[in-house]
Structures are given as C-alpha cells and as structure tokens.
C-alpha cells in the first residue's frame, strides 16, 4: 500500500508541476474556473481590482531635474567625482563598478537600488573620504527613488511553495489536533532571504518525497490508534545544558518540582507500558524521589539512592547512570504529556559555597572530590505496549470521527463524510469528484476486513492520501487560461485565502475564510480587510512573532552559541530559552497592541520571568511565568537590549562588537559589510595579553585591524558593537573585562559619537527610513515566499511611506503588504519548450 501511495503521490506531482508551468491546463486537472477575467483590462490588473486600484500611485520624476532643483548632469558629475574614485573598473569596492553610471539610464543599473539603500543609510561616501556639500545627496537619492518609482509596478512570480517543517506541524495541528515533530521525517529546510518558506530554494528530491510519504503514514496511526501496534521503545534525552538547579521548575512539571523534562508522547493504543528513568548525580545530596506524571496526573513515584541501581556493566545505558523502573503501567492510548522531575525535599533558601550559582550538567566539569551536585535527569525510556488493551476515544480521535456508525452501507457513507472533510481543509479548497473518486477507493482498500476495525482502517487509509497528496503538500497557484506570457493576472479567492493565511498564521485558513473565498467575496476591499484585522486579533497570529520575528532576528543562532560552562556558569539552556521567549513575547505584543515598530529599538519594557530578571538585574520578579515589566534604566532598551540577540552575536569565550556590528549592519539596516578579504588572520591569532596584562577586547580588534583592507569596513562594524560590549557573552550588563575599564567611546560611520547602547538607538534613529523599509522587505519576503527584487522596492518605498503617515503601526505594514499588488497579483512565466512536451 505504501508503494501505491507513493506512486500515486508523485505522479500527481508531476501532472501538477506539468499543468502550473502550462497557460491552458486541460480540463482533466482544472478543479475550479478562473475568478479573474481571461485577460486583464487596459490599464492592469490594478484598473480591474478595487484592492489592488487603491495602491499608492507613485511620483513620476521630473524629466530634467532632481528633487531639490539640481540638473541631472550635475548628478551624474557628483555620482562620478564621489563615487567613481572607489567603485571603478579597477578597485571595484563592493563589487561595484559606477563608472559611466548615469540617472538617465538609472531604471537600466542594478546598481541603483544599492546605491538607494547606502545613500539612505547615510553610509555613502564612506568615513573620511570627501562628501559634496548642502543636500547634495539628498537630492540625487530623491532624484534616484523618484525615476525607479515611476516604472509600472511589477508583482513578480514565483514556483509553487511547499509545506516546510514548521507548517507542516502546524497545520497537523489545526487539521488533526496532534502536535507532531516534523524533523522526524523531513530533511532540514533550507533558507533564503533570512526565511525557511522561499520558494526558490524549496527544491523537490525522492528523499523529500518519501519524508512526506513517511510522515502521512505515521501521522495518520498517530491520529487514529493502532491496534496492531508492536513492541517498541522511544528513548527520550536531556541536554546537558539543562537546568538542574534544586530551584528552577521545567515548564510542565507539576508544583513543587524541580529539573527533568517534558515530552509529548503517542502511546499508539490502550496498553501496558513501562517508563525507565536514569539518573546521575546527587553527590552530598539526600535520597531523592521522581515523579513521572501523565497529562498532570502522577502514575508512579520512583526512590533514587546514589549507587543502588547501577549501570555501569549495560551496553545500552550510559556510564555510571542509575536507571529506575516503574511497574508495568496502564496507560490509555493517544498523545499524552509526560513528565518526569524531581520532588522537592527542602524548602527554604539554598546555599553552597563550593558551586554558589546555577547549575547545569555543562557547569558541573568532571564532578572533582568535594563539589555538590544534586541528581540530574540523563534520559527516559517509553517501552511498550507489551499488551494491547483497545483503542479509547482520544482527542485526535474525538476531532476526526465525527461519526461512527456500525452498518456497512453507513460507515463508508459516514467516512466519505470525514474524508471530504478532512480533504478540504487540506487542500484548502473545495474538493471535485476525481478528488472524491480517489479518496474513496483508498478507504474501500482499507476496509476490506470489514467491522470497526475496517472501517477505522479505511478511515485511517484515506487520511494517509489526504497527507500524502501534492495538493496537500505544496501551494500551487495556476495561471488562468488566455493569460499570455509577461502579462499580470490576479490569483483567485482560494489562492488569496491560502496565502493569506500562511502569511499570518502559518497554517492552513480555517472555515470563514475558505466559505467567503469560495464565495468570492474575499476579495472585496471591505470583506478582505475585515478578515485581515480578524486574523491579526486571533491567537494564531502569534505566528508573526514565532515564525517571522524569529527568523528575522535570527533567534536560531542562539542554539549556536553554548558560552563557556567554566566563564560563564551561570548560563543554561532555561535561561537561553527565556531569553528567546522574551524577544517573540515582545513582537507578539507589538502585534497584538498594534504599536509602533520603532518600540522595537526605543521599548522602556520587556518580558521576563523570574530567571531572565535576575539574570537582568531587575527586582521583584517571582515565578517561571512572563510578566511585562520596565526597566529600571536606559542602560537596555528595545530588541538591542535583549539577551537572545546579544548571546548570538557573541563567542563562547568572549564578546565580539565585530559580529554584533555586523548584526545591526545586515539585520536592522539591511545595508551587510562586504565579506572579509582572503587571507585575514582572525582575531583570536592576535595576542591576548601585552606586557603581563590582559588585553580588553577593544585592545585587540585595534591590533587586528591595523591592515588598511580591514580597517575600511571595521570603521563601519566596531563603533555599532562597542557600543554593545557593555554586555557580556551571556547579556548581563558589565563595566569591566579582564579587570580593565571598559572603553566603548567610538563614533559612528556619519560622525555621530556613541558611547552606549542608548546612543547607538538614537543615532539609529536618527534616520528611521533604511530601519523601516528593510523591516518591510523582510516582512515582504516571508508573505510572498519569495525573495524582494529590485522591482519590489517601488511597493516597499510605498508602503513606508503609507507607514509613516500611522506612526509606522504594525497593522500598517501588514495592510500595505497584503493589499499590494505583489501579494495579490502575479506575472505569467514564459513557458519552456520542455513544459509543452508530453
């Protein structure tokens, strides 16, 4: 069966990859009639699309003149003598070639939205080199934006999207109620343009395939049960940078315990079970007692005493662990939360002078004579059923069967019911009788034993294709029939539904906005902002903050970064993940108020729970819950301040202002250095101490950038990540390093002095544009899948503007992006000769 699915499964691909790259798809294949007309009035699609007609018109440039009265020849002259003496034929700095460059051929260059995006950031003419006077610069930027702008808006085009792994599991979510790791059958994804959902690099392979075919199957038994479910085991393992403190709870846990883990667990059937725990640790500690609880409930509670159940002489335990074993245990099919921590046996204040800070396996070294450590959880190991007992009515079980009927002629009535329920939702579109045809013949193959058995197997079956489809997989969006090549259509109601609902919510859309797709209302200006601001207030949103936030700030790279156990042991893995809560927290609220998105760079609060505001300095924080609380000062303020952007941009052993410059450079201004030239010795080959006396950080980027090449670009990146070494690796505020004074004076590379985190937030902005319209091409690129070109720069300069009028709002930038023509419209590709071949 499973050879059948596959074969089905890609066929399908390829009819499908075959009639998107087509403009006249057979009839075979078209599910729905196209919603917009065959071809696109005179005047675009813009003259024929309420939504799209009320974009903003842009400002066609005077003909001889710039926008401060300045003859283009006098331009041209001031591009040549200021920026011709760097980027020639022969220096070629950036990789850019400006001689010759003239405003009357701007719209031709691909230079000119890189010479835009510098001149804008006020990092052009570079520090020390000559710079015209007056408004010279202003008025050739204006000149420059004013003649790109006055182009007709291209939407662009992109290859179909597929389901990456975070919305794979999110729409599994919505779709089956089961909360599943997509890494467990899907290969990595690959990024571009800061994000995992851009087409271009979403490319198809057999593995990826049969990640997909493997997924639905074991998605569908995790959903429905398995009565034939075999002996297993499922090994469970803590990291190591784990708090084990005797104080810190983990998430989950019940009240009153302290370290261990929390999975979620698929217990494929009612069943026996057993759950082995191993644990290390507890020297000079007191016996301990484990707690292994199910969705809350405890259901054993185990005696650890040091050295009673030794492991040493198993080959598949670790070394010098100590395993403990529950009774065999019934346990009721489904996904279930299981935890397992350690009970609390003093209460009141905890003090070691051997070890006096927080604890984790990573600041524990080798465990030398003398050191208290508390015992530590090392892993869990699920084994079972070792007897099935039936299948309860779980809650993924509950949201799927809708019906249950005994009768033969009513269960296959019944599960067509639930697969084109099911289908639709996943297809998120309505469903046609060659969809119908195929789902019921898998049920039919799986409900040949007949019973409730077979009717649950026929069920379970059908769901598997539904998972396994291309048109659950991957978003396609054709092209409607008569639309020539080059020519620009708009997608139709389900396509906007879909991407939409991506964009916001990361997930599938749900039910109001597939009913009023279907009815083609959605498009409709006052219906299609309507559901816009609906989706924004809806919990789901969170995903802005979750998915687009995060990747954005790259919030990932903080899982790159392990600071220096023995430096800094203090640090774990609970104080890392608060640290990231914190900033998604903070975007979240941004969305969720609809606040400006300069609170980002000037917010006097944050979220913290207890371990991140002591970690802060910040008092009268109790509990492992997120609060939102001001700071005490200006000393950390807005994202700049927040521990999960300063650990990243950070070493294991040291600061680095050159990776925090660069940070700010590439993620905040979207203006990135070049990359470093060949042959550069990094900076940890330059000495640490001089004359007995270690160096400071500072000392020592000043002895490495001594090299004229290098000293070019440090002048842009080290003043920006000076301004930062007042904090640590970890985030937390300091004022000395290797017992020195800190010294973080530099200046900016347009003059201004910074000193502090404060005065690098004000001389940022100082000129919000570059800040605003880089966050607009990033929030561009993940609505559309796709990377911004230079065509798209005319709709972000738009909806800046547009922005600016609302105090840059979050809801403004959401509305300009999806009321844009980008988001709502398409280009025909040109079809290939390969495509029209049978």
């Known amino acids: 069966m499973k050879v059948l699915l596959a074969w089905s499964g890609i066929t399908a691909t390829v009819t499908m990859l075959s009639s998107l790259l087509t403009p006249n798809p057979v009839p075979a294949v078209r599910d729905r009639a196209p919603a917009a007309p065959a071809r696109p009035a005179a005047g675009g699609v813009a003259a024929t699309h309420p939504v799209l007609s009320r974009s903003i018109t842009p400002t066609r440039a005077p003909a001889k003149f710039g926008a401060r009265g300045m003859a283009i020849a006098a331009l041209d002259s001031t591009v040549q003598k200021y920026c011709g003496s760097c980027h020639n034929p022969t220096m070629r700095r950036g990789n850019l070639n400006l001689r010759g460059y003239s405003l009357a051929a701007a719209t031709e260059s691909d230079a000119t939205e890189k010479i835009i995006r510098k001149l804008r950031a006020e990092m052009m003419p570079p520090p020390g080199s000559k710079r015209p006077g007056g408004d010279t610069l202003l008025a050739l930027v204006e000149t420059l934006e004013q003649t790109m702008d006055a182009r007709p808006v291209n939407p662009g085009t992109r290859s179909f999207q597929r389901l990456n792994r975070a919305e794979y599991e999110r729409v599994v979510r919505d779709l089956l109620g089961l909360d599943v790791t997509a890494g467990d059958w899907l290969p990595l994804d690959q990024k571009s343009a800061n994000f995992d959902n851009i087409s271009d690099v979403q490319a198809l392979s057999p593995t990826l395939l049969e990640g997909y075919l493997n997924a639905a199957s074991a998605v569908s038994r995790m959903a429905i049960g398995d009565r034939k479910a075999g002996l297993a085991q499922v090994l469970y393992k803590t990291s190591p940078f784990t708090s084990q403190h005797p104080w810190d709870q983990v998430d989950g846990t019940p009240y009153g315990t302290r370290g261990g883990m929390v999975v979620k667990h698929t217990f494929p059937a009612d069943g026996i079970y057993q759950i082995r725990v191993n644990v290390g640790g507890g020297v000079g500690r007191p016996i301990e007692d484990v707690d292994v609880s199910i969705d809350g409930e405890r259901v054993a509670l185990l005696r650890y005493d040091r050295g009673i159940n030794r492991n040493s002489e198993s080959a598949d335990l670790p070394l010098g662990a100590d395993y403990l074993l529950t009774e065999p245990l019934t346990i009721t099919g489904g996904q279930r939360t299981l935890s397992v921590s350690f009970v609390k046996k003093v209460d009141g204040p905890y003090e070691d002078l051997i070890k006096p800070h927080e604890w984790s396996r990573a600041s524990q070294g080798n465990g030398s004579a003398g050191t208290t450590e508390p015992a530590y959880l090392m892993d869990v190991l699920i084994t079972g ?97 008569g639309v020539a090549e080059g020519k620009d259509f708009r997608i139709d109601d389900l396509e906007l539904a879909t991407r939409l609902s991506f964009f916001i919510w990361s997930t599938i859309p749900d039910e109001r906005l597939l009913t009023l797709a279907r009815q083609r209302r959605l498009s409709q200006p006052a219906v299609f902002n309507a559901e816009v601001k609906r989706m924004l207030a809806d919990p789901r949103a969170e995903a802005l903050s979750t998915r687009f936030a995060a990747q954005w700030l790259r919030l990932q790279d903080l899982e790159k970064v392990k600071p220096d156990a023995f430096l800094f042991p203090d640090f774990d893995q609970l104080l890392a993940n608060a640290m990231q809560k914190e900033t998604e927290l903070f975007f979240e609220d941004m969305v969720r108020r609809d606040r400006s998105v300069l609170t980002a760079f000037t917010a006097e609060s944050t979220y913290v729970n207890e371990r991140l ?61 070049p990359p470093p030239p060949p042959n550069v010795p990094d900076l940890e080959q330059t000495a640490g101490a001089k004359d007995g006396k270690q160096l400071t950080t500072r000392e020592r980027m000043e002895m490495h950038r001594d090299n004229p090449t290098c000293k070019s670009c440090h002048n842009f990146m080290d003043p920006i990540g000076l301004a930062l070494d007042n904090f640590d690796v970890t985030g937390k505020l300091r004022f000395r ?26 001389a940022l902005l100082k000129r919000p544009l570059p800040l605003m319209r880089n966050f607009t091409e990033n929030l561009m690129a993940y609505a559309l899948g796709r990377r911004v070109e230079d065509h798209d720069m005319t709709t972000v300069r738009a909806i800046v503007r547009d922005a600016a009028k609302q105090n840059y709002r979050m809801s403004a930038f959401v509305m300009g992006v999806v009321n844009s023509k980008a988001f709502q419209s398409k280009r025909a590709e040109p079809v290939t000769a390969d495509a029209n071949q049978n």
């Open 385 to 481: 059923p070792t007897k099935i007992l039936g299948l309860s009515n779980s809650p993924s079980r509950r949201k799927l069967f809708t019906c249950a009927p005994t009768a033969p002629a009513a269960q296959r009535v019944c599960a067509q019911s639930i697969l084109e329920r099911v289908a639709t939702r996943a297809y998120r579109r309505p469903l046609t009788e060659t969809d119908r045809t195929a789902l019921m013949k898998f049920y039919d193959a799986g409900a040949k034993t007949g019973g409730v058995e077979g009717f649950e197997d026929g069920v379970r079956l059908g769901l598997q294709a539904v998972l396994a489809s291309p048109h659950f997989i991957f978003r396609f969006e054709r092209t409607p029939t």
């Open 613 to 673: 505001a002591k970690h802060y300095g910040i008092p009268n924080v109790s509990g492992s819950h997120f609060r939102k609380v001001a700071y005490a000062d200006d000393q950390r303020r807005g994202v700049l301040g927040h521990g999960s952007v300063l650990v990243q941009t950070s070493l294991g052993n040291r600061t680095s202002p050159v990776l925090r410059g660069k940070w700010v450079m590439e993620v905040l201004l979207g203006a990135p250095p």
């Open 737 to 762: 390093e290797n017992g020195a004074q800190l010294d973080t004076r530099g200046n900016l590379y347009d003059g201004t002095p910074i000193t502090t985190t404060a005065d690098l937030t004000k």
